[in-house]
């Protein structure tokens, strides 16, 4: 065991205005299993590569151990598997190899593949096993789900499950409660480790924004009582001063020094009434600074004149000879929100493509409801560029409403200025839902949506869809998601 230490460190982005981190200070145990935690573009993967030493910054970064990253650069993606392991990891014992791979549930003739041949989550498998065969390294693992399907996911977690020397980068909340013993949360304005996995930290960040909360009431009310109480204890001193120049009503001399001394006693009270009031000002100042504030949205969804969308029956769908789906039926009705399941490969973009409207041969029945509008989300999220106000504009969607989803999601207000284009994978996911969220359909198809997002956007994106209850035809692999989300699973 050794222990890497962090202190008082400082970093910024070369051309940023902006801290990423300041003075930030913690430890981490290097036989933890630690999940990374944190809203997109927090600074998760600038942290890792801080660690690297990839970046100049302030403060101290004091580690014993060396640091491997995950996902690995591939450089010849055509060469063998073998061959890709080999660069990656050159001094292991081939039984080590075999055991990792069994463990993933990895059979051997992959080995002798292109390693370009290999679906994307045998890929990602390929890339752990060789990362653990690195011994005496402490490692970081950024994002290992994309690409995986559930089936894929949970092996990869149990498979983690065994190990430990780790911060794993996630936002599946399932999978790092299943492999991680220790959370570090990037928050609003600090960095904190808490012990226990992803459900601990949320259960104890929420006890602590309510009592945060109510302590904020508490003293605000405070506030007001003792302003006000400060400024009328502070006029009754000023008219009691006054009586000092003038008589009595009897017509006797009024008694200077105790009138002064009156107003004295008065206006000391007063200034401690103030002092107080500055106390309670300064207590609330540190209160409510990593509760992630939300606004309250209206959204609506065209409704359709018939209960019933789209309807497929026994549909099975080709491009060219190679069939990749089956015998598929279901249907689509009003206020369904339908999970589209199955391994990679099984042909659920396919189906959502044909749903859509695009030209695929098929055999079987497939109906769509005439003047239906549909909202696509796809995975992809290259080709977006531009600002956000010109994109609300070309694409005719509502900027209030647009940019207030946004908002919700962790959009600050420098980010509206920024090129789409520069914007992190989560961040560009973010203006496809909210875009989705703006326009006026029937029926929301979305296809991985979660790709890249951070785990309380996702939860916000599901109290959206609670809440306002579209009919929504959707793929993902986030099992928390589905299970919270879908009235109808279609597994493939």
Known sequence: MSLIKVANLTFAHEGSYDNIFENVSFQIDTDWKLGFTGRNGRGKTSFLNLLLGKYEYSGKIAANVHFEYFPFH???KQSNTLDVINDICPDYLHWQLMRELSLLEVSEDVLDRPYDSLSNGEQTKVLLAALFLRENSFLLIDEPTNHLDLNARKLVSDYLQTKSGFILVSHDRSFLDNCVDHILSIN???????KGNFTNWWENKKRQDRFELAENEKLKKDIRRLSDASKRTSNWSDEVEKTKNGTRNSGSKVDKGYVGHKAAKMMKRS????QRQQSAIDARSRLLRNIETSENLKISQLTY????LAELENVSIYYGEKRVCQDVSFTIEQGERIALSGKNGSGKSSIIKLICGENLTYTGTFRRGSQLKISYVSQETSHLQGN????????RIDESLFKAILRK???SRAQFEKDISAFSGGQKKKVLIAKSLSEQAHLLIWDEPLNFIDIISRMQIEELLLEYAPTILFVEHDSEFC??????????
Do not use: G, S, W
């Not at 200034?271 to 103030?274: P, S, T």
């Open 388 to 395: 956000l106000t010109d994109y609300a504009r070309n694409n």
């Open 271 to 274: 200034k401690a009434m103030e």
């Open 483 to 492: 299970n919270n989300m879908a009235t109808k699973i279609i597994e493939l």
């Open 188 to 194: 609003k304005t600090d960095i904190e480790i808490q």
């Open 305 to 308: 004149h018939k209960r019933q």
């Open 74 to 76: 591939v450089e010849n």
């Open 409 to 411: 999601l962790d959009f």
